[in-house]
Structure formats: structure tokens, C-alpha cells
């Protein structure tokens, strides 16, 4: 599962393809240049998942990153909604941004992980039409 989610998560972020499955999650990279990994449609339904609150999964995301030593997590914002974690900041890569997906993908009841995390030299995406 995790040298699927270490591909998919490089092809997705430098742009070899929009979209890309790592065992039952999906990353995809949205227009705003955002990248996004949910679990399939099929796993998100788990009840379990959803009686975890917004607020214990902000607790735990935050205590992970701030113990993982790959992780500047003062450089991360978090937010919760509904089991939807948005992750913000600017960190020193893509190896450290992947690293807080991670984090957050793996925390009970989280449904879908934004990730919203800029590092230098990070692609942009192309201008909309």
C-alpha cells in the first residue's frame, strides 16, 4: 500500500496524471493546483468513521504531525469538516507534504484529506481558461 501511495502521490503531484489510486484511496490534483486524496466510495460509508467527531480527528492529526520528526507540523494549519481534513501552510518539500497526508489519511474518520500544502519549487498548475 505504500510504495502505491508514494507513486500515485508522485505522478498526481507532478502532473503524469490527474488522477491516481493508492489500494482504496484516490489522489487526484485539482485545477487550483490543491491535491485531494479520498477513500473509495465503498469504504467511506463505514459507520465507525462517521461517529468519530471533527474534533477528536483535529486532536489527532495535530498530535501526529507535531511527533513526526519529517514533519514541520508549526508550518501545517488543519482544518476539520464533517471528516473532511484541509491541510494549509508551506513546508521545505514534496516529501514532507506527502508525509501530512499521510498523517491525516490514516486518522480514524477521516473521509477525504485536501491538501493545500505549498513547498519551493512546487508545479503550478495551468492557468484556466
Not at 7 to 20: I, L, M, P
Not at 40 to 50: D, L
Not at 118 to 123: C, F, I, K, Q, Y
Amino acid at each position: 500500500m505504500e510504495r502505491a501511495f508514494d507513486s500515485a502521490w508522485r505522478a498526481v503531484v507532478f502532473g503524469a496524471q490527474k488522477t491516481a489510486e493508492a489500494g482504496d484511496w484516490v489522489i487526484e490534483k485539482t485545477q487550483d493546483g490543491a491535491v485531494v486524496a479520498y477513500r473509495s466510495t465503498k469504504k467511506a460509508g463505514n459507520t465507525a468513521q462517521r461517529e468519530v467527531t471533527d474534533g477528536a480527528i483535529l486532536t489527532k492529526i495535530k498530535t501526529r504531525l507535531a511527533t513526526d520528526p519529517s514533519v514541520s507540523s508549526g508550518a501545517i494549519d488543519v482544518d476539520v469538516q464533517n471528516g473532511v481534513v484541509t491541510l494549509k501552510g508551506h513546508v521545505h518539500g514534496p516529501d514532507e507534504a506527502k508525509t501530512a497526508v499521510r498523517l491525516a489519511q490514516q486518522t480514524s474518520g477521516v473521509t477525504r484529506v485536501v491538501s493545500r500544502v505549498t513547498w519551493p519549487g512546487m508545479p503550478t498548475p495551468p492557468a484556466a481558461r
